[in-house]
């Protein structure tokens, strides 16, 4: 708490001086902006009275999903995390005067900092400063938009106008979180900084029940108490839908996992057997995976790991599944598919692997091949056929394809 009440003592100054001038200046633009727009409206009574109704709804809502909002700040890690608060800040943009509209910013961000950030030190004050100052920026934006046709939407010039705005209203906001991480940590890849589609996907349901609110507010304004409940549930849909795909993925080549695989590779290939049809299994192994670790460390042999993983996802098909099955063993099911297509794609990941310009030197691979119902009709059986041709390419001087017993007739 020491820290938020001493500005100087903020890790900002710590940052690249780039860093800083960016953030200073958003900030110094924001706060323009927002006097520039307040005065573009009068407050009366009944925009006291929206402001109240918008700003209890808002903090039902940081209540409902204060704990799901930490999580998703949290695993949000290099992408950016937009808080769902924006139904509240979009429908006062769109019924409430400007200075009203920028206050419920302030509010939300305000509650949210002493219920959700400060409370874990999830987030910086510096950084919480700067979210704000970005959506307080991200509205003055979209103020400017609804000029062209203020008020609720009736006409279909009118929703344009509105749809308008809220597009607006979030490509500031992303922006300038964006470009302050990619100032931040320039080596950073470009979709770790961006973010996953999905949390678009939430920011864009939030701005349409914002919408949704605002309109809301020309009727029986009881009709609003829901709209925190949905938003609680959408969120932990999303949390719950992150959480399972990070159950799914092997952390180290974001294949999936053992477990995934398996349980993924039996549904295909129990749709595949249902309509006839042959189903493959390539079990890979990489060959003297212990040597690298131990003559080039840990981190060259964690760098090939990825550069095979890599490697072989780009060698199948798009519908094809490849996981990662144990320290250095891959693994990959290939619905529909003959036996010779079967070798001829373990013969392409072979020569893609053993082609790596990789800094601890030529890597290869040894390959066993399996298929259903010819080397047997459950995964585990075509694991446990694939995985002895593979040893046998091991025995054979590895760097080969191996076909189990029976797959060539």
């Known amino acids: 708490m020491g820290s938020f009440r001493r500005p100087t003592g903020w890790a900002l100054w710590t940052a690249p001086r780039q860093v800083v001038v960016w953030v200073l200046a958003v900030e110094v633009v924001a706060l323009a902006a927002t006097a520039g727009t307040a005065g573009l409206a009068p407050v009366d009574a009944a925009g006291l009275a929206g402001f109240a109704l918008l700003g209890a709804c808002l903090l039902a809502h940081v209540e409902l999903s204060r704990t ?3 999580k998703r700040e949290i695993s949000a890690g290099a992408g ?3 808080s769902t608060t924006s139904v509240w800040n979009f429908a006062a943009v769109i019924v409430l005067p400007p200075v009203l509209a ?3 910013v302030l509010l939300g961000y305000g509650y949210m900092w002493f219920r959700v950030w400060h409370r874990r030190g999830t987030m910086k004050p510096h950084r919480w400063w700067y979210s704000a100052c970005t959506v307080l920026l991200a509205n003055q934006a979209a103020v400017v938009v609804l000029t062209l046709d203020p008020g609720i939407p009736a006409t279909a010039g009118a929703v344009a106008v509105v749809v308008a705005a809220g597009a607006v ?3 500031v906001n992303y922006a300038l979180i964006c470009a302050v991480k990619l100032l931040s940590e320039p080596r950073a890849r470009i979709r770790d900084v961006v973010g ?4 678009q996907i939430l920011e864009v349901g939030a701005m349409g029940l914002g919408l949704l609110a605002a309109c809301v507010m020309e ?4 009709l609003l108490v829901g709209v925190p409940a949905v938003l609680a549930v959408l969120g932990r849909s999303a949390q719950v839908a992150r959480f399972r795909k990070a159950a799914e993925t092997d952390g180290k080549t974001q294949l999936l996992n053992a477990t995934a695989w398996t349980d993924f590779a039996t549904h295909a290939l129990d749709r595949t057997s249902r309509r006839g049809g042959t189903f493959g299994v390539l079990m890979i192994d990489l060959d003297h995976f212990k040597r690298i670790n131990d003559e080039h460390g840990h981190g060259a042999g964690d760098a090939v790991l990825k550069a095979v993983a890599k490697s072989i996802t780009a060698g199948v098909r798009s519908g094809d599944l490849v996981g990662r099955f144990g320290g ?4 990959v099911a290939l619905p529909d598919i003959t036996a010779v297509e079967l070798l001829a794609v373990g013969e392409r990941l072979r020569r893609g692997v053993a082609a790596l310009p990789v800094p601890s030197g030529q890597v290869s691979i040894s390959i066993g091949a399996a298929l259903a119902p010819d080397n ?3 995964v585990q059986d075509l694991l446990t056929t694939a995985d002895a041709a593979m040893y046998t390419a091991k025995h054979e001087g590895r760097n080969r394809v191996e076909a189990a017993n029976g797959l060539l007739g």
């Open 68 to 70: 799901i909002e930490r």
């Open 80 to 82: 950016p995390y937009l």
């Open 219 to 222: 009727t029986p304004a009881v």
């Open 328 to 331: 250095e063993e891959f693994v």
């Open 376 to 378: 047997g009709i459950s």
């Open 169 to 171: 209203r979030w490509f």
């Open 196 to 199: 996953g589609f999905g949390e």
């Open 102 to 104: 920028s206050a419920m």
